[in-house]
């Protein structure tokens, strides 16, 4: 007899649940009759996880809005998203550089984001833990870049 869901999961708290941990168990069962039950429980999960994580059509957390300000001194970097939880996603609608330069940053690589002719980035940023944004400044004096973000997932 195979485990169901609830058992392959039971040590965990629902919060550090990963949609990679249910990918992995749905990977290695077969859609057939016996498996019904074992698919109940990942409908029920999946549904549970994202009604828990997010607002309804995906849009902003209420009460999860912000703006930060960052202070770089010339010659400096700072990030914004590198302390995120696992399953954290936030949504960026606005940035003012401020004579910063920013990019997509893994702990690794940058993958620079370009602005438009008009100085503007294109928008809206999506940040997570794995993929954040790295505010560099080269300008001569200190800067202080801002963006305006909400919490899509929690």
Not at 45 to 58: D, F, H, I, K, Y
Not at 84 to 105: A, K, P, R, W
Not at 115 to 138: C, E, H, M, R, W
Request: hydrophobic fraction near 35%; charged fraction near 15%; glycine fraction near 8%.
């Amino acid at each position: 007899m195979r485990p169901d869901i609830y058992e392959l999961l039971a040590s965990q708290q629902a919060s550090s649940t990963t949609v990679t941990q249910l990918n992995t168990a749905t990977k290695a069962t077969y859609i057939d009759r016996s498996n019904v039950e074992f698919w109940a429980g990942m409908i029920t999960v999946g549904r549970m996880m994202r009604e828990s994580r997010t607002n309804t059509g995906g849009l902003p957390i209420p009460e999860t809005s912000a703006i930060d300000v960052l202070s770089i001194a010339d010659g400096a970097t700072e990030k914004f998203g590198d302390t995120l939880g696992d399953t954290e996603i936030y949504l960026v609608h606005n940035v003012d550089l401020d004579n910063c330069s920013v990019g997509y940053f893994d702990d690794t690589n940058v993958s620079p984001i370009t602005p438009n002719g008009d100085g503007q980035i294109q928008l809206p940023l999506y940040v997570t833990k794995l993929t954040y944004l790295i505010f560099s400044n080269a300008s001569g004096s200190a800067q202080t870049p801002s963006l305006t973000y909400s919490k899509v997932s929690l």
